[in-house]
């Protein structure tokens, strides 16, 4: 079983240059993510998407937009990447009932 | 509006002591919980949750934690630490999906494990 699958898994932008990270999920969930990770600060909500077609803000959605394209699929795309987004980016998925998430691998981003 | 707070962003324990993380939560609706694990370069990995019913819940590699909602805590113990047990480890609280289901993390707490 896939799970989640993000591409790619590593990344380096020069500041102004736009970029997509994909996600794809096979478990026919709904809702999806797209965290952050910095050391010390866990994983902060970026975008969610409860189903297909619906996104919303979640705590540090500047810099970003979102696509649900269907079910499956969910892309975080930065615009004019800045070197504050230098940052290790997971996708998650997860079923209606219990938010129980299922984590991609990461995509590690570093803006120069 | 859920948020939690992980006690100790760094904690060390002896091989073979007592593993001890603590997480304490606010939600203003009734809580999902959760403990994650994270591996050097690798993605979340779920180690148990909290939904319903039984307050003392068991997950994988001998981790358990325990919800009690009067000090709105969800401490996650080992009896006894392992090697392997070293890594990061994440607290997350959600509601509902009627409440919408945003799952909000901790800071984290890193576990070293000395031999």
């Known amino acids: 079983n896939a799970g989640v699958t993000q591409t790619p898994k590593f990344q380096v932008l020069k500041t102004g240059q736009s970029m997509t990270l994909q996600c794809a999920q096979d478990?026919?969930?709904?809702?999806m993510y797209w965290y952050r990770q910095d050391p010390g600060m866990g994983l902060r909500l970026i975008y969610y998407?409860?189903?297909?077609?619906?996104?919303d803000k979640g705590e540090v959605p500047n810099g970003y937009n979102v696509s649900r394209l269907n079910k499956r699929e969910f892309s975080l795309r930065l615009e004019s990447a800045a070197p504050s987004q230098t940052s290790v980016y997971f996708c998650?998925?997860?079923?209606?009932?219990?938010?129980?998430?299922?984590f991609g691998q990461g995509t590690r981003l570093t803006v120069v | 509006a859920q948020s939690v707070t992980q006690l100790g962003s760094h904690v060390s324990v002896s091989e073979g002591a007592l593993v001890l993380l603590r997480c304490n939560y606010s939600s203003s609706v009734p809580p999902y919980l959760f403990w994650y694990v994270q591996y050097p370069n690798q993605g979340l990995q779920l180690l148990l949750k909290?939904?319903?019913?039984?307050?003392l819940v068991k997950g994988i590699n001998g981790f358990e934690a325990e919800f009690k909602k009067s000090e709105t805590s969800f401490h996650l113990t080992k009896p006894s630490a392992h090697m392997s047990d070293a890594a990061e480890y994440f607290c997350?609280?959600?509601?509902?999906?009627?409440?919408?289901?945003?799952?909000?993390f901790g800071a984290g707490t890193i576990l070293r494990v000395k031999s």
């Open positions: 998650a998925s997860s079923a209606d009932r219990i938010p129980e998430a299922f």
């Open positions: 998407s409860a189903s297909e077609g619906t996104t």
């Open positions: 909290y939904t319903t019913g039984a307050t």
């Open positions: 478990m026919n969930h709904n809702s």
């Open positions: 997350a609280v959600s509601g509902s999906r009627i409440y919408g289901n945003k799952l909000v």
